[in-house]
């Protein structure tokens, strides 16, 4: 039911899904969504949850690694953050339907915020010990961290808009460019 939910905001956005177009889709009696979501609005926050659920569980395995170091953990991070896992038309459209709709549903607003506190805290302490490893002493950590997540969200609103010709390996570069100007001796734009 959450796919069909998933496939109909894709569809036809966070307004044009209704709890006819989502049983049409599943399959499954109008009455089901009321039965296990009491509501099609719990449902949609359902679909929300999974989203934020599944983008968090791929990078926090990363920052978890204790193989990787902080530079290698970053690079990973990047990459996953345009792997097709997460990085899909319809995934990213029901990001930004929901997006849409975060300022008039505070319910949705903790699962689509640009600034999650667990994934900005974890960009930030990477890019501490990466600080302090280089001895970069005029780099601000904090600036970087909300620049790197500032560059990642406008890359993800340039795929939603251009997915045809949107490269993830430029994309790439263009974000190891970025760290490589402030963290010279670890971000090389050949770690791409």
Same mark, same amino acid.
């Given at each position: ?45 359902? $679909? ?10 791929? &990078? ?9 170091? !902080? +530079? ?6 990047? =990459?996953? %953050?345009? %792997? ?7 995934? $990213?459209?029901? &990001?930004?339907?929901?997006? !849409?709709? +975060? ?13 999650? =506190? ?8 990477? #890019? ?15 600036? +970087?961290? %909300? ?8 890359? &993800? ?11 993830? +390996?430029? !994309? #790439? ?11 010279? =001796?670890?971000?090389?734009? =050949?770690?791409?």
């Amino acid at each position: 039911m959450i796919q069909a939910a998933a496939d109909a905001i894709h569809k036809f956005g966070i307004r044009g899904t209704t709890s006819a177009r989502i049983q049409e889709l599943s399959g499954l009696s109008r009455g089901m969504v009321n039965l296990h979501f009491g509501s099609k609005e719990k449902l949609l926050l359902a $679909v929300a949850e999974e989203l934020s659920a599944r983008y968090a569980g791929q &990078w926090k395995a990363i920052a978890d690694n204790p193989e990787l170091d !902080a +530079a290698e953990k970053l690079i990973s991070i990047i =990459k996953a %953050d345009f %792997d097709p896992y997460v990085l899909n038309a319809q995934d $990213v459209a029901i &990001w930004f339907s929901f997006r !849409a709709e +975060a300022l008039s549903n505070p319910l949705i607003f903790p699962f689509i915020d640009s600034r999650d =506190k667990g994934f900005r805290a974890t960009i930030l302490e990477l #890019l501490e010990q990466v600080k302090s490893e280089g001895e970069y002493e005029n780099v601000d950590a904090k600036i +970087a961290t %909300d620049g790197l997540i500032a560059l990642l969200e406008g890359l &993800w609103t340039d795929y939603h808009l251009h997915s045809d010709i949107f490269d993830p +390996a430029e !994309a #790439l570069r263009i974000c190891l460019f970025v760290l490589h100007s402030m963290f010279p =001796k670890h971000f090389g734009t =050949k770690a791409a």
